[in-house]
């Protein structure tokens, strides 16, 4: 049965070569702990050593021979005795040259070779792909072209970038012999495919190690792996020199545990830690650097961080509850008993009604928990934000939920769950039943790659699936025994999510249970695009409701 990583409050060994051994991506995690889920915080150990590879290759001109993973494997292991490991190589696999079979053969040797050590240890794996490589930060005079005599870290193949996607591409074929796979390669290469559009002078560290905005990617995509955490922003930790005093002091305590560490266990490359204390004496200096950057952190939460904006003319505000990320626009005309509008997937997105709503002194409230497929831990994370959400702003009790696309599994299965916080539903081309979508166990297409994940946070599997009654559509008669209002909008030609297998189920049965609801079918539409161009009719009804 796929299973979440549950990863909270666990300890988490992380191996790999220079990017791993530099831990920024690690300090950010642990300070996005620290800031926000300190009870929830896990315990992380870098033992990545630079020039390492997992293949035992090496290129001609490397001042020494690489070291690898599997020389120290074990006894870090044994050390760190960690729940979860997470391991990042590839870089120093191809040791820069064209794309080779043998190299790659070895390097996918080296991988799974190690999965099944750490697997039969009873530890779960999470591989990470490579990086990319930047040939344009790393300088054309140091890119050579194919058919060169030799290559390496410091003269390139020009397109080793491709290479890597080679890596990348295997890893990710590997998805049911390890417990985690996390992409790096193609968000960070999109990051710096955008910056350079914006800006075509823009370097990516040096070509080889991230700059802090690669550490972050990197960081963002390991709490959405290991912890179901979606975010889009950039903290201000990520903010180099310039990141809040209590991060440069977590991240100073970060890298001195490290290079102990990596002390204690060993590793094959000549170069050693040096200046640092011995294990006994690390302890006692991390406790102390911990209870600093803890203090400095308590006195910058005494100030209210709200990024205030505009949206489409109306003032934005941007902040975290609970380590999420929030967004609250408020009207220009304030409603007595403050009702409000939560979209609960694809913030500003076909947002023709949620802009009428707000003419009509709705606030417009967003809670990024995405990729959780309203599954009962985002059911109850939106229960607690509900909770201080009505607190912080004085909203009206009861809420209208958007519920688009995928969002109707949370829309519904929240008004299922707590009907006496919504007053009414607004859906559109909803997913009510996970096994039309994304599982396309009928007419839709599906998705597998999002099936995969669903199936994790749901905890079942193809076999238990049969028997599975989560869905929205196995929930329609709580939400209609509390006489919830609902306004249904659909495209007839929807093929990703067929409405005969989703939205029409829902009609029917609500209506033979004496539930309100309002159907919108528009002729010949597929599942984009969404809303109506005049959604008036949309506004009628919710704006009936309050």
């Not at 070779?113 to 990086?131: E, F, H, N, Q, S």
């Not at 058919?147 to 290479?163: D, H, I, P, R």
């Not at 310039?242 to 170069?271: C, K, T, Y």
């Amino acid at each position: 049965m796929l299973e979440k990583l549950n990863a909270y409050n666990k300890t988490i060994t992380f191996l790999g070569d220079s990017v791993t051994n530099d831990g920024l991506y690690i300090a950010y995690l642990d300070a996005y702990f620290m800031e926000y889920l300190p009870k929830l915080r896990p315990k992380f150990i870098n033992l990545g050593v630079s020039s390492e590879t997992i293949s035992g290759l090496s290129e001609p001109d490397h001042p020494w021979v690489r070291p690898c993973v599997h020389s120290r494997l074990v006894k870090a292991l044994e050390e760190s005795k960690p729940d979860i490991v997470v391991a990042c190589y590839g870089m120093n696999d191809g040791i820069y040259y064209p794309f080779s079979k043998e190299n790659f053969k070895k390097y996918k040797a080296g991988i799974l070779k190690l999965v099944d050590i750490v697997k039969k240890k009873g530890i779960k794996i999470v591989l990470m792909t490579p990086p990319i490589f930047d040939g344009e930060t790393f300088g054309l005079q140091n890119l050579l072209p194919e058919g060169a005599e030799k290559y390496s870290y410091m003269k390139a193949y020009k397109e080793y970038n491709a290479v890597l996607k080679k890596y990348t591409d295997w890893v990710k074929t590997l998805y049911e012999e390890v417990d985690g796979i996390v992409d790096i390669h193609t968000p960070i290469w999109n990051c710096v495919k955008e910056k350079r559009k914006k800006d075509s002078s823009y370097k990516y560290g040096d070509g080889i190690h991230p700059e802090e905005l690669g550490h972050w990617i990197i960081a963002r995509e390991l709490l959405k792996e290991l912890f179901n955490i979606t975010l889009t922003g950039v903290p201000s930790i990520v903010d180099g020199v310039n990141a809040p005093d209590w991060f440069q002091i977590l991240l100073e305590r970060h890298r001195m545990v490290s290079a102990i560490w990596r002390n204690q266990v060993g590793h094959g490359n000549p170069w050693r830690d040096e200046e640092v204390p011995v294990f006994e004496e690390a302890q006692i200096l991390a406790s102390k650097l911990e209870l600093k950057a803890e203090e400095l952190l308590e006195k910058s939460k005494e100030k209210d961080f709200i990024n205030i904006s505009q949206w489409n003319g109306y003032k934005r505000n941007d902040f975290c509850f609970n380590g999420r990320e929030v967004i609250v626009i408020e009207p220009k005309l304030i409603v007595k008993g403050k009702p409000w509008v939560w979209r609960v997937e694809f913030f500003d997105s076909f947002a023709q009604a949620d802009m009428q709503m707000l003419e009509k002194g709705y606030y417009l409230v967003y809670y990024r928990i995405s990729d959780m497929y309203g599954d009962p831990e985002a059911i109850q994370l939106m229960k607690e934000f509900h909770d201080f959400i009505i607190k912080k702003y004085l909203f009206k009790q009861k809420v209208i939920l958007f519920g688009f696309s995928r969002g109707g599994l949370y829309a519904f299965n929240y008004a299922a769950a707590f009907p006496q916080k919504v007053l009414t539903l607004y859906l559109d081309a909803p997913v009510l039943d996970i096994k039309s979508w994304p599982a396309g166990k009928g007419k839709g297409i599906g998705s597998p790659k999002k099936w995969l994940d669903c199936m994790k946070c749901y905890n079942i599997n193809e076999k238990s699936l049969e028997s599975f009654i989560g869905s929205p559509i196995d929930k329609i008669e709580v939400v209609a025994k509390n006489k919830i209002p609902i306004i249904l909008v659909a495209g007839d030609s929807d093929e990703e999510v067929p409405f005969e297998e989703n939205g029409a189920i829902l009609v029917e049965k609500y209506k033979n249970l004496e539930g309100k609801i309002e159907l919108v079918i528009k002729k010949g539409i597929g599942h984009h695009p969404h809303s109506l161009e005049n959604p008036n009719k949309i506004v009628v009804f919710l704006t009936s409701v309050f």
